[in-house]
């Protein structure tokens, strides 16, 4: 198990002030196994709401084009960054060199049976698989979770183990949300569905990949 260092300092100053989402929210002492994360969206909203990074305000980046529907909750894992390692890992798999990390942290959805209302919320998540994206020339990976004691999907560990319905319904979003439906030039990709051990490879990639972004920012 890959345990997270958190940074005492960092934690005295939550509380005081109100964390960051991305860099301030402590990703849990079980991660990369059992995670901290913040939701964005859940199924109800009709825009597309993302964490501004420089306040870690929740903003409005854009109302929904068509009438995809999202079908989990929706967000990112806190101290995570798709970086160099993120970006390598689908360069090797796919023999594409040119593929990068998309510079954003690692995002993930989250099955649950429940209804929650709104996001700009911290859940606790199993990660039990995910979907190597690419987008362009980008590393887009997304994690497939289940909110922990969930009454439906608690006992899930792996996504194979989920309904066939249900993954073609996450993966029919994620490759149709940002294009026109019917469109020929599709910007995005799925190129393999994995499991849950590769999920924990890709957190824990995400979770180095972040801690060099963040030294980079320190000390250049």
Same mark, same amino acid.
């Given at each position: 198990? !890959?345990?997270?260092?958190?940074?005492?300092?960092?934690?005295?100053?939550?509380?005081?002030?109100?964390?960051?989402?991305?860099?301030?929210?402590?990703?849990?002492?079980?991660?990369?196994?059992?995670? #901290?994360?913040?939701?964005?969206?859940? +199924?109800?909203?009709? $825009?597309?709401?993302? $964490?501004?990074?420089?306040?870690?305000?929740?903003?409005?980046?854009? *109302?929904?084009?068509? /009438?995809?529907?999202?079908?989990?909750?929706?967000?990112?894992?806190?101290?995570?960054?798709?970086?160099?390692?993120?970006?390598?890992? /689908?360069?090797?798999?796919?023999?594409? +060199?040119? #593929?990068?990390?998309?510079?954003?942290?690692?995002?993930?959805? =989250?099955?649950?049976?429940?209804?929650?209302?709104?996001? !700009? =919320?911290? $859940?606790?998540?199993?990660?039990?698989?995910?979907?190597?994206?690419?987008?362009?020339?980008?590393?887009?990976?997304? #994690? =497939?979770?289940?909110?922990?004691?969930?009454? $439906?999907?608690?006992?899930?560990?792996?996504?194979?183990?989920? *309904?066939?319905?249900? =993954?073609?319904?996450?993966?029919?979003?994620?490759?149709?949300?940002?294009?026109? +439906?019917?469109?020929?030039?599709?910007?995005?990709?799925?190129?393999?569905?994995?499991?849950?051990?590769?999920?924990?490879?890709?957190?824990?990639? /995400?979770?180095?990949?972040?801690?060099?972004?963040?030294?980079?920012?320190?000390?250049?």
């Amino acid at each position: 198990m !890959n345990k997270v260092n958190i940074d005492p300092i960092g934690k005295l100053l939550g509380l005081r002030h109100k964390a960051h989402p991305w860099h301030g929210v402590d990703i849990g002492d079980n991660a990369p196994e059992e995670l #901290i994360t913040f939701i964005e969206m859940v +199924p109800s909203d009709t $825009v597309k709401y993302e $964490v501004h990074k420089q306040t870690g305000y929740l903003m409005l980046d854009r *109302p929904q084009k068509y /009438s995809n529907i999202l079908p989990a909750l929706y967000g990112f894992i806190p101290q995570t960054y798709c970086g160099s390692r993120i970006g390598k890992k /689908s360069a090797d798999l796919l023999n594409r +060199p040119e #593929i990068i990390g998309d510079g954003d942290p690692l995002d993930i959805c =989250v099955l649950t049976e429940k209804d929650i209302a709104s996001g !700009n =919320v911290l $859940v606790r998540s199993i990660p039990i698989g995910g979907f190597r994206m690419i987008d362009g020339n980008q590393a887009d990976d997304k #994690i =497939v979770a289940v909110l922990k004691n969930d009454a $439906v999907y608690g006992n899930v560990k792996d996504i194979n183990e989920l *309904p066939k319905a249900v =993954v073609d319904r996450l993966k029919h979003y994620f490759l149709t949300y940002k294009d026109m +439906p019917g469109s020929k030039n599709l910007k995005t990709e799925i190129t393999h569905i994995y499991n849950a051990a590769e999920a924990i490879d890709v957190i824990s990639r /995400s979770i180095d990949d972040y801690k060099e972004f963040v030294n980079q920012l320190l000390f250049k």
